[in-house]
């Protein structure tokens, strides 16, 4: 059943609607079989106050992103892991080692929690130990300096007044 379309030239061969509905659920099966995964979401309790989240770290700094960098694998596709290895220049500490800079991982997958950090922009970073590495991200305090004043007095109070 070809039809000649006469201002392109071309035929067009008109499918059996049977034969379409077979290709459309074979596209959907495919679909659920290889793409889909299941979604996780975010569940952590945060710290409920700066002192808290302050206890619960190994280190506590301001810093300024310089570096964002994505595995390999994760970058050309075959894995999805979601870490991102951030490094900081550190502008101001309040606990930990003391150093210039400090490189932590933030996980940016659905259920990792993960902190949308940028580069060049500041950061008030509670750092927690993780299982292979330093890591930090949304249940820890971690937040843009824009939004952490109060924490960052806070923490300044906790400083002079270690006993609180």
């Known amino acids: 059943m070809a039809k ?3 201002q392109l030239g071309i035929s067009i061969h008109a ?20 793409g889909a995964e299941q979604a996780h979401a975010c569940s952590c309790s ?14 506590v700094f301001k810093g300024k ?6 595995p390999s694998l994760d970058w050309i596709g075959l894995t999805r892991t979601g870490a991102h290895r951030v490094k900081f220049e550190i502008l101001k500490q309040w606990k930990g080692p003391a150093s210039e800079t400090a490189v932590v991982v933030t996980r940016l997958t ?3 929690c993960g902190f949308p950090f940028e580069e060049q922009k500041e950061y008030l970073v509670f750092v927690v130990a993780g299982q292979k590495h330093v890591q930090t991200g949304i249940c820890t305090g971690t937040k843009d300096t ?8 806070e923490l300044d109070q906790l400083i002079v007044t270690p006993n609180r």
């Open 4 to 6: 000649r379309d006469k």
């Open 15 to 34: 499918a059996a609607p049977g034969r379409a509905c077979f290709v459309l659920l074979m596209g959907v099966v495919a679909f659920c079989v290889m």
């Open 110 to 112: 659905g259920e990792g």
């Open 46 to 59: 945060g710290p409920a106050t700066t002192a808290e989240a302050f206890k619960r770290s190994t280190s």
């Open 65 to 70: 992103v310089i570096k964002i960098s994505v």
């Open 146 to 153: 824009a939004d952490a004043e109060r924490e960052m007095q």
